[in-house]
């Protein structure tokens, strides 16, 4: 046995000599035995285990790879299951709830630590994917249901519901309220939610309503069920990061004072995809060093519409194709790579770093690539606050979620950048964002219309 972390059974028998560990395994029968591995108490770490008392939901907040999705797994057994196969548990009808259907049957049911890898054979309950549920043979059943759709929570009701990944669904207010009016049966009905923490309204309202407990993990405590190279590569790139501090170490992080953007403001404008648009632009932001030190280098693909007048036009983020660490001739190739991806028109390059030699480096890879180079004559927080103005009247769009990019959004401050580094693919935005829509507006005229 390998030392897992702080555990109750498992942490003293991992730790003791090996007389004592062979003492131990020979004592057990081989009913015992074979059932040892399901026995999650005895494995779980600290933060895995339900919290004792009265509580409506259980919140477990943990950095990427903590064991969430197993605690999760292992609570929806200890709810539906009795003391013998056929015994009735505690829950008779739960829901299982993800940002798709997809998600939650490839991550929560069948996933390596999913409902069913969790399950001993004899309590194992069986997929019907026709009608999207599990059914336990003691007679439990466990539909799936989408945070897409939040609808699909209106006619049903429930005793208990797993719900993973929480703070990254596109509807999620609307769908966890829903769910509340679901649970309705039972005595007690309760929740857990697995979810790697983000700044967002509906997991900071439930975190601060008094029916809820919260456990906590980082990513490290799982480091036994986790490749070493992950974990090394992991924390190289991200400790001591924002993103590093949400997703390893799973806290949730506030916007920084004064900030131009905040999390909130960012969600409520995500969207799936993007309608037909009239221009797209690369930007790029070289990076003012090379070598392993080097900052990123900025490259955010923006679109837009342009029907009407300027204030009825909308800018749509597409992607932030950055790189890290790159030679000029690397990020000149990862920026015309995405024009090429998107049908890009142009090519956005500043030149204050660089001047001459960054469009050189560009069409030394492509010759004939559109560029149109851009200079700096303010700061970064001045060129920032159009654009921020132009999120907060509802005008720009992100088509998905650009985790680092926004991480940096939420640290720029009217006081500057609050993160560590640069701020490049803000810098990338920004120019993306002008090009798109400062710019153009300046120059745009109303059509005069002649009459005879």
């Known amino acids: 046995m390998k030392p897992r972390g702080t555990r109750s059974g498992a942490s003293w028998i991992s730790s003791a000599d090996p007389d004592l560990q062979k003492t131990f395994l020979d004592s057990l029968d081989e009913g015992e035995l074979r059932a040892l591995p399901f026995l999650f108490e005895f494995w779980a770490f600290d933060h895995q285990l339900p919290p004792e008392g009265d509580w409506r939901t259980w919140v477990i907040l943990g950095g990427r790879g903590a064991g969430k999705t197993r605690a999760g797994a292992e609570w929806v057994r200890a709810q539906v299951e009795g003391s013998k196969p056929m015994d009735v548990g505690a829950s008779r009808r739960m829901a299982l709830v993800g940002e798709t259907y997809d998600q939650v049957r490839e991550v929560m049911i069948f996933g390596d630590s999913g409902i069913l890898a969790c399950s001993p054979e004899d309590r194992r309950p069986k997929w019907e994917a026709s009608r999207k549920r599990l059914v336990w043979p003691n007679g439990a059943i466990a539909t799936v249901h989408s945070a897409n759709d939040p609808e699909g929570l209106r006619g049903p009701q429930f005793d208990a519901a797993w719900v993973d990944e929480l703070a990254k669904w596109p509807k999620a207010q609307e769908t966890w309220d829903m769910l509340q009016f679901a649970l309705r049966l039972g005595e007690d009905p309760r929740v857990c939610v697995t979810t790697t923490p983000r700044n967002v309204s509906v997991l900071k309202q439930l975190l601060e309503t008094p029916s809820t407990v919260t456990t906590h993990a980082k990513t490290e405590v799982n480091r036994a069920n986790l490749a070493s190279s992950f974990l090394e590569e992991v924390r190289a790139r991200y400790a001591g990061t924002r993103m590093g501090r949400q997703e390893l170490d799973g806290v949730l992080l506030a916007d920084a004072e004064g900030a131009l953007w905040t999390s909130g403001g960012i969600e409520a404008l995500r969207v799936a995809t ?179």
């Open 274 to 452: 993007a309608p037909e648009l009239d221009r797209i632009v690369v930007a790029l932001d070289p990076a003012a060093t090379n070598g392993a030190h080097s900052d990123e280098c900025g490259i955010v693909v923006a679109g837009v519409t342009m029907d009407g007048a300027p204030q009825d036009w909308r800018a749509y983020v597409l992607a932030d194709a950055t790189v890290s660490q790159a030679s000029p001739t690397d990020w000149a190739k990862a920026a015309i790579r995405a024009m090429e991806q998107y049908g890009a028109d142009r090519l956005v390059v500043e030149v204050n770093q660089g001047g001459q030699m960054v469009g050189e480096v560009v069409r030394q890879v492509d010759p004939l690539v559109p560029i149109r180079e851009v200079r700096a004559t303010r700061g970064k927080i001045a060129r920032a606050e159009p654009i921020a103005a132009l999120y907060e009247q509802g005008r720009v769009r992100h088509v998905g979620a650009f985790d680092t990019l926004e991480d940096q959004m939420v640290q720029m401050t009217v006081r500057g950048f609050q993160g560590s580094g640069s701020p490049d693919r803000v810098d990338a935005l920004v120019w993306a964002l002008h090009e798109l829509m400062i710019a153009p507006a300046a120059s745009w005229r109303q059509p005069t219309v002649r009459t005879l």
